[in-house]
């Protein structure tokens, strides 16, 4: 079974920085890609940022190009989320997840599950 839980959420003033963890375990972890999703109290969930674990390709949402960056690291089964810049409208609870397809950036190509961290940024 595998487990990911995510840290590093928590309150900051816009134009800040967080980096959010997100640490997988479990016997037989085996991932393609690895995604950051966030979602907002009434909105749906929406894609932030997703990296290929092979070649550590990576793919952002326009409103967050310039200012996260994703990363991992395969030996600790690890992916990263730094957050620079930090908005209001980046407010939300932040999910990792895993994919079996390496080119997947869509919520439903994934099917393991952080519990998610809540990320606030006030104005």
């Known amino acids: 079974q595998v487990q990911l839980v995510e840290s590093g959420g928590g309150l900051v003033q816009a134009g800040g920085s967080l980096r959010l963890s997100c640490a997988a375990s479990?016997?037989?972890?085996?991932?393609?890609?690895m995604g950051w999703f966030r979602q907002a109290p009434g909105k749906e969930r929406e894609s932030v940022a997703t990296?290929?674990?092979?070649?550590?390709?990576?793919w952002y949402a326009e409103s967050v190009k310039g200012r996260f960056t994703i990363s991992r690291d395969n030996a600790k089964k690890t992916v990263y989320l730094q957050m620079n810049s930090l908005k209001p409208e980046d407010t939300a609870v932040y999910y990792c997840?895993?994919?079996?397809?390496?080119?997947?950036?869509?919520?439903?190509?994934?099917?393991?599950w952080g519990q998610g961290t809540q990320v606030t940024v006030t104005s």
């Open positions: 997840a895993s994919s079996e397809f390496g080119w997947a950036t869509r919520p439903a190509n994934y099917r393991s």
């Open positions: 990296i290929t674990w092979t070649d550590g390709s990576t």
């Open positions: 479990g016997s037989g972890f085996r991932t393609s890609a």
